[in-house]
């Protein structure tokens, strides 16, 4: 079974921070890059950041710079997204996709999705 399972989603407060976690199984992690997009209701699915399988790191999305920050430990086929001062309008439903080699920011590049994770932010 190949699969990608995020974790780490919850209900935080404005200006709060999350580190989402996303592991992967059922196909070799290494070879391929990791993205982490978002969906809140009635919206399209956002690209947000991306970490290939050689360390690029790209951004899509203007509204995350300097907030989000992605990384990866090859090790445990595992990638973060860590999340800070976080805001009412990052409340969505946040997945992690895999890609061959290489970053996009669009989704039907990516083979693999997760089943996603909840962030709400309220006070």
């Known amino acids: 079974q190949l699969q990608l399972v995020e974790s780490g989603g919850g209900r935080v407060q404005p200006g709060g921070s999350l580190t989402l976690s996303c592991a992967a199984s059922?196909?070799?992690?290494?070879?391929?890059?990791i993205g982490w997009f978002r969906q809140a209701p009635g919206k399209e699915r956002e690209g947000l950041l991306c970490?290939?399988?050689?360390?690029?790191?790209?951004d899509y999305a203007d509204s995350v710079k300097g907030r989000f920050t992605i990384s990866r430990d090859n090790a445990n086929a595992t990638v973060y997204l860590q999340m800070n001062n976080l805001r009412p309008e990052d409340t969505a439903v946040y997945y992690c996709a895999a890609a061959p080699d290489w970053c996009s920011g669009s989704p039907g590049r990516y083979d693999y999705w997760g089943q996603g994770t909840q962030v709400t932010v309220t006070s």
């Open positions: 059922g196909f070799t992690f290494n070879y391929y890059a």
């Open positions: 970490i290939s399988r050689y360390g690029g790191r790209p």
